[in-house]
């Protein structure tokens, strides 16, 4: 089954204590990406990556980085959460960069206190 | 300035009262309008791609349209199962570089009674 996988959905942290939120997609596609979706905000792109070691910033990357060292994977850290991190975060994959047709994971719920 | 307003924010319809979304943007060169659906506490899913005005797509109950400054998400006696948030968003050719980045409406939050 074509999906993309995030972990974990839930997590509750403090304040500057770093973590990884993994994906994982199995349908070997080029473009992975990271939004954050807020009420009243909406999605907000973090983060994207046209491939293999090609990352670059989105429109909210402070407080993030990524890495893509394998093609299926595309994990987010978080070097030192802070409560304006609180959020709802989507993991997205599409077959290329200029594809509008994303595969999203189901959401991985922070809240940082 | 690229830009999605979707319209009603909410809308509470009875099963089989049919209705309509509103999705309007503003964009340098229009790319591709695209529909998702999303479910409390799920990923966007994604529905329909149009890319130039006039063109039509449907989906069960679901049928969008185009134009060069809106698109409507026609939604036909629904279910309550088509309850849901709508989320469009829109690609222009005038993003900055590489990446042909998607600008999101807000959404519309559809709640369908029996």
């Known amino acids: 089954e074509a999906q993309v996988t995030q972990n974990p959905r839930y997590l509750i942290t403090v304040t500057g204590k770093k973590l990884t939120v993994t994906c994982s997609q199995n349908?070997?596609?080029?473009?992975m990406s990271w939004y954050r979706q807020d009420p009243g905000l909406g999605l907000r792109q973090i983060y994207y990556?046209?491939?293999?070691?090609?990352?670059d910033k989105g429109d909210v990357p402070e407080g993030y980085k990524v890495s893509r060292k394998e093609k299926r994977n595309f994990p987010l850290i978080l070097e030192s959460p802070s409560p304006n991190q609180t959020s709802l975060y989507f993991c997205a994959s599409s077959l290329w960069e200029g594809s509008g047709e994303l595969f999203f994971g189901e959401g991985s719920r922070l809240t940082v206190l | 300035e690229d830009q999605v307003t979707q319209s009603p924010e909410a809308l509470r319809l009875q099963e089989g009262e049919s209705s309509s979304l509103n999705c309007s943007y503003t964009?340098?060169?229009?790319?591709?309008l695209f529909w998702y659906r999303q479910d409390p506490g799920k990923g966007p899913e994604f529905l329909f791609t149009l890319y130039s005005a006039g063109e039509e797509k449907e989906k069960e109950r679901l049928k969008a349209t185009l134009t060069k400054k809106e698109s409507f998400l026609h939604i036909t006696a629904p279910k309550p199962e088509d309850s849901a948030t709508y989320l469009c968003?829109?690609?222009?050719?005038?993003?900055?570089?590489?990446?042909?980045?998607?600008?999101w409406g807000l959404g519309t939050s559809l709640a369908v009674n029996p």
């Open positions: 349908m070997n596609h080029e473009y």
């Open positions: 990556s046209m491939n293999v070691e090609v990352t």
């Open positions: 964009v340098s060169g229009l790319r591709g």
């Open positions: 968003a829109v690609q222009g050719a005038s993003n900055a570089g590489n990446n042909r980045k998607l600008i």
